[in-house]
């Protein structure tokens, strides 16, 4: 991405891209037992500074960070999607961790419902504000294909994941990336890309894989 015959407005963004989205999970990687405390705090506030950033950017279309419409078209693809991808998961538990499938609602159905709702709110909508709707105005001239471009932000998305010290959150926080970036490629909707992102976190933690997507899990497993 860097080169000496890129201008240097390219320059200085490349150094931004890799500052934000390589250096900084692989330092939170290191102070992760410190950190962890703060994830929803840190994602807040970091998708509240990329929305101002967005929203001064004249250049930036706003419709972006809701369009019900995008979300309307997309629906149908997504769900099926889900039904389909969520063998995965649960296969995955079924032959490796039974104990853990759908543990979460069995054992603490109050705390899975507040999970349930609270997590399309407060984690899975401001994540795509930051690696959907962010990422892409931001850094979309560094990538001469949108592909290029969907497959760095997935690649963003697993390493944010890095920091909870365990290789399931990453892969499959990457491959979750690229459908979430696909949504929002073809839909211009960072309402879409959340909704599907908070569907297929609530599939998650129901199923029991949700367990490695949980800082409480650091140093647990």
Request: glycine share 6%.
């Amino acid at each position: 991405m860097l080169n000496s015959q890129m201008p240097r407005g390219h320059r200085l963004r490349s150094l931004e891209l890799l500052g934000l989205f390589l250096g900084l999970p692989v330092v939170l990687f290191f102070m992760r037992h410190d950190f962890r405390a703060w994830l929803m705090v840190t994602i807040l506030v970091f998708a509240t500074i990329c929305t101002i950033v967005l929203l001064l950017d004249k250049t930036f279309d706003r419709k972006r960070l809701w369009n019900r419409a995008g979300l309307k078209t997309e629906i149908g693809r997504i769900l099926i999607f889900l039904l389909v991808l969520t063998t995965i998961p649960v296969a995955y538990l079924a032959f490796t961790e039974p104990e853990r499938l759908f543990a979460f609602p069995r054992r603490a159905i109050v705390t899975w419902i507040f999970v349930m709702v609270l997590y399309p709110i407060l984690s899975a909508y401001p994540q795509e504000i930051i690696f959907r709707a962010f990422f892409f105005h931001r850094y979309r001239s560094l990538f001469e294909k949108e592909s290029t471009m969907i497959t760095a932000s997935a690649v963003a998305f697993g390493l944010a994941h890095l920091f909870l010290a365990n290789w399931i959150a990453p892969v499959f926080a990457t491959f979750g990336g690229l459908l979430f970036s696909w949504t929002y490629a073809r839909s211009h909707s960072t309402l879409a890309a959340g909704v599907e992102h908070a569907l297929w976190g609530n599939v998650l933690f129901t199923t029991g894989l949700g367990w490695y997507f949980y800082a409480g899990s650091i140093g647990a497993t």
